[in-house]
T-cell receptor, first 109, second 115 residues
Framework: GQNIDQPTEMTATEGAIVQINCTYQ??????LFWYQQHAGEAPTFLSYNVLDGLEEKGRFSSFLSRSKGYSYLLLKELQMKDSASYLC??????????WGAGTKLIIKP | DAGITQSPRYKITETGRQVTLMCHQT?????MFWYRQDLGHGLRLIYY???????DKGEVPDGYVVSRSKTENFPLTLESATRSQTSVYFC??????????????FGEGSRLTVL
């Protein structure tokens, strides 16, 4: 079956670095997305990886290893506003998105 | 204003009633999607549309109906609401030319409670 696994909740300290992992099993693979969702709001796009390696975008970076079925989102210099859920989604061979349940990130001062 | 909007934002209804959730986007995006989001689950696709008059089922289509007579509108109808349809519903659109190869833009969500 198809599945996306990510931790339910993580806690980190303001100013620190946090890595949110995502493992995926999809029928075929056409890319891995990360979205941010603040409580009570809509998801917003963060990144898309289809090739192995690290993509950096300011304080946020996303990594993909297709051979391991693994991705992570790296958040640096954490700010209180980064408190949110982070959703991982994989696109299968039919380009259907399979979504993880999300990782709730709690930032403490 | 440009963007993607949903209405109503909040709705309480009773079992057996018909409910329609509206979605409107101003970008002329080809692809539009309806998702539901429940605690402990990832977003689940209900229906999607590749263009006007083209719709297709997603993962959880039962009990829902969609139409897309115009590119900008993609209403979702619950024909006879059930308590299991209590959820937050998100409409999304994409300007990609292929399914799910581009960024999704989500509406603010419609929070539906079925009593």
């Amino acid at each position: 079956g198809q599945n996306i696994d990510q931790p339910t909740e993580m806690t980190a300290t303001e100013g620190a670095i946090v890595q949110i992992n995502c493992t995926y099993q999809t029928s075929g693979f056409n890319g891995l997305f990360w979205y941010q969702q603040h409580a009570g709001e809509a998801p917003t796009f963060l990144s898309y990886n289809v090739l192995d390696g690290l993509e950096e975008k300011g304080r946020f970076s996303s990594f993909l290893s297709r051979s391991k079925g693994y991705s992570y989102l790296l958040l640096k210099e954490l700010q209180m506003k980064d408190s949110a859920s982070y959703l991982c989604a994989g696109a299968d061979s039919n380009y259907q998105l399979i979504w993880g349940a999300g990782t709730k990130l709690i930032i403490k001062p | 204003d440009a963007g993607i909007t949903q209405s109503p934002r909040y709705k309480i209804t009773e079992t057996g009633r018909q409910v329609t959730l509206m979605c409107h986007q101003t970008w002329s995006h080809s692809y539009m999607f309806w998702y539901r989001q429940d605690l402990g689950h990832g977003l689940r696709l209900i229906y999607y549309s590749a263009a006007a008059d083209i719709t297709d089922k997603g993962e959880v289509p039962d009990g829902y109906v969609v139409s897309r007579s115009k590119t900008e509108n993609f209403p979702l109808t619950l024909e006879s609401a059930t308590r299991s349809q209590t959820s937050v519903y998100f409409c999304a659109s994409s300007g990609a030319t292929d399914l799910n190869t581009g960024e999704l833009f989500f509406g603010e969500g419609s929070r539906l409670t079925v009593l």
